[in-house]
């Protein structure tokens, strides 16, 4: 299997959401401002199902490229589905939770960007 940058496994990522039909998706680079992380990946949906389809399909998508899901939070609730690829943090939020956390105003000082310059 070829390794992937951080990058392709972005994209990959975006993808598979947009297979599930995510909405909003918002793509954060916090690599200049924090540690724990190169990109934010921010979505919602419209329900807790399509919430934990799209986590559900995201981690077999990017587990089949061979990219390891070191920790995945809030799946039963799917309110708000945290899950952590090392380099890449998926945010999938339902509309109102994704409102009240507010991530693209808190992770500002991040640089937005489209999928395409990825």
Known sequence: MIPMNTNEIAKLAIEALEDKKAEDIRIIDISHISTIADYFIIADGSNKSQIQAMADHVS?????????????????????????????????????????????????DGVFIEKDKL
């Open 60 to 108: 077999e998508v990017l587990g089949h490229k061979g990219c390891q899901l070191k920790q995945m939070e809030g799946y039963q609730n799917a309110n708000w589905i945290l899950m952590d690829f090392q380099d890449i943090i998926l945010h999938i939020f339902d509309r109102e939770n994704r409102l009240f956390y507010d991530l693209e105003r808190i992770w500002r």
